[in-house]
């Protein structure tokens, strides 16, 4: 019989994962941790940075409209002044037909906008001008209110219809008091939005109530501004996503409450926003791409030791 040796019984090995390996595996697992976080950071940045931009477009536009309201404020007292109007008002009243006249004539000389002369009672004595802005009617309103109580000319910004106005009315006066109002009105127009949305790169639309009157979108789709128009509750940096892509919105009220909720809407792309970040937005893989270099590099090094050792005279048997 051929007895059954034990000298070539079983092979060992030892089994367990490469220290070398592990080491590389947990750095490119930190890596990607880190490259996942600092996105995330990235985007929150970008969105806060977006939010900061359309709040600075805001107080830009505000500061526009109320430029533009205190021209009218001045220019209504200087003509509230004019000498023929004031001696046409004294010797024949507001309903005059030599009123209506120098009305007219005062609405020619501006060429744009509205004129219109009140009597005391806040009634449409005569007007000319922007027929769009025609039968504007401020009697029993705040700014006219504010003009009565302080027998100073005032400016306000208005609605109409569905436009946007921006007012200057003062007192003209025979003597102490006042005998009729001056009102000077000028419509929110295209350009001024065109403006500010220019210099601040935002989007932006105006709406009264859910009606968007002016826009100049840029690259926002007006579904983003349509479904920011119909809230109730205040906006300010809301995400919002379409079609695959991402915008921050904001809505800002214009003129106050109660006059069928006059309102800037603007907007603005978070891919626009992004396109300024892309170094840095490569640089957040950079830790991750050393990483790999690095490991890919030491696993290389480690190979050569373990082949140059294996090759010496001193590890080959007797």
């Known amino acids: 019989m051929i007895p059954s040796g034990n000298g070539a019984a079983t092979s060992g090995g030892r089994s367990g994962a490469d220290p070398m390996s592990v080491t590389v595996a947990v750095a490119l697992g930190l ?47 200087m003509t509230a002044t004019d000498p023929r109007l004031v001696a046409g008002l004294a010797a024949g009243g507001p ?81 102490a008091d006042p005998i009729a109002y001056l009102v000077l009105a000028q419509e929110v127009d295209l350009a ?27 690259d926002v789709p007006r579904y983003v501004f349509a479904s920011t128009a119909g809230r109730d509750e205040p906006v300010d940096g809301l995400r919002i996503d379409y079609r695959g892509d991402g915008y921050v919105a904001s809505v800002h009220e214009l003129y106050g409450p109660g006059q069928q909720r006059p309102r800037l809407i603007l907007a603005r792309s978070l891919a626009q926003a992004g396109a300024s970040f892309t170094t840095v937005r490569w640089m957040i893989y950079g830790p991750a791409l050393l990483v790999l270099v690095a490991a890919l590099f030491a696993m290389t090094a480690r190979r050569r030791m373990i082949s140059g050792a294996a090759g010496s005279p001193r590890a080959r048997p007797a």
Not at 54 to 72: K, P, S, V
Request: proline share 3%.
């Open 31 to 77: 890596a990607a941790v880190w490259s996942v976080i600092a996105l995330r950071v990235l985007s929150a940045a970008l969105a806060h940075e977006s939010a900061d931009r359309l709040a600075h477009a805001a107080a830009m536009f505000d500061a526009l409209q109320m430029q533009t309201a205190e021209d009218l404020r001045v220019q209504s007292r």
């Open 95 to 175: 309903d005059s037909a030599a009123v209506a006249d120098l009305i007219a004539e005062i609405a020619r000389r501006r060429g744009s906008g509205l004129v219109q002369l009140l009597a005391n009672d806040g009634r449409i004595a005569a007007q000319a001008g922007a027929d769009a802005l025609r039968g504007l009617e401020l009697s029993s309103t705040r700014p006219l209110d504010r003009a009565q109580r302080s027998g100073e000319p005032v400016s306000a910004s208005w609605v109409a219809g569905d436009r946007l106005v921006d007012v200057g009315i003062a007192p003209v006066r025979a003597g």
């Open 192 to 218: 001024a939005l065109l403006l500010v949305a220019d210099r601040t790169g935002v989007a932006m639309v105006c709406a009264v109530g859910d009606t968007i009157t002016l826009s100049a979108p840029g």
